[in-house]
Each structure stands twice: as structure tokens, then as C-alpha cells.
């Protein structure tokens, strides 16, 4: 999600450094290796599960209301 593959335009790199700028903003816990490790919407549902204690509905409907309308 977050994570830099190379060979990526710049309009896109810009797009996830402020994908993910937005996402510590919501979930300050969310450190910068945190969220360059992160690959998978369900990879972030799992850490907010694990460290806001939340249930998985609730991680998933949090992830996905932050996800409407971002393009990954």
C-alpha cells in the first residue's frame, strides 16, 4: 500500500507519501517502517486489531472507511 517498488512515477510516489502521512495522522501509532512494511489493506486491518484492540469488523470498517475513494 504504502511501500515504494522503484521504477514508480513520481506522481505516484507523492500519492503514497501522502497516503501514508494521512494514515499516521489517523493512527499515530503507525510509525514510518510500520507503514512502508504494510502491502495489504489487511495487513493494516490485522496491526489495528492488534494495537487499538479493536475487533476485525471494526479494523476493516475503519480501514475501509479511510480507504473510499484513495487509489492504491
Same mark, same amino acid.
Given at each position: 500500500?504504502?511501500? /515504494?517498488?522503484?521504477?514508480?512515477? $513520481? *506522481?505516484?510516489?507523492?500519492?503514497?507519501?501522502?497516503?501514508?502521512?494521512?494514515?499516521? %495522522? #489517523?493512527?499515530? /501509532?503507525?510509525?514510518?517502517?510500520? $507503514? *512502508?512494511?504494510?502491502?495489504?489493506?489487511?495487513?493494516?486491518?490485522?496491526?489495528?486489531? %492488534? #494495537?487499538?484492540?479493536?475487533?476485525?469488523?471494526?479494523?476493516?470498517?475503519?480501514?475501509?472507511?479511510?480507504?473510499?475513494?484513495?487509489?492504491?
Amino acid at each position: 500500500m504504502f511501500g /515504494f517498488s522503484g521504477g514508480e512515477s $513520481a *506522481s505516484i510516489v507523492g500519492r503514497k507519501r501522502r497516503y501514508m502521512v494521512e494514515a499516521q %495522522e #489517523r493512527w499515530p /501509532f503507525l510509525t514510518n517502517y510500520d $507503514a *512502508s512494511t504494510i502491502k495489504a489493506p489487511q495487513q493494516l486491518v490485522t496491526m489495528l486489531k %492488534e #494495537r487499538c484492540s479493536l475487533s476485525i469488523a471494526d479494523a476493516e470498517e475503519d480501514v475501509r472507511e479511510w480507504m473510499a475513494g484513495k487509489e492504491f
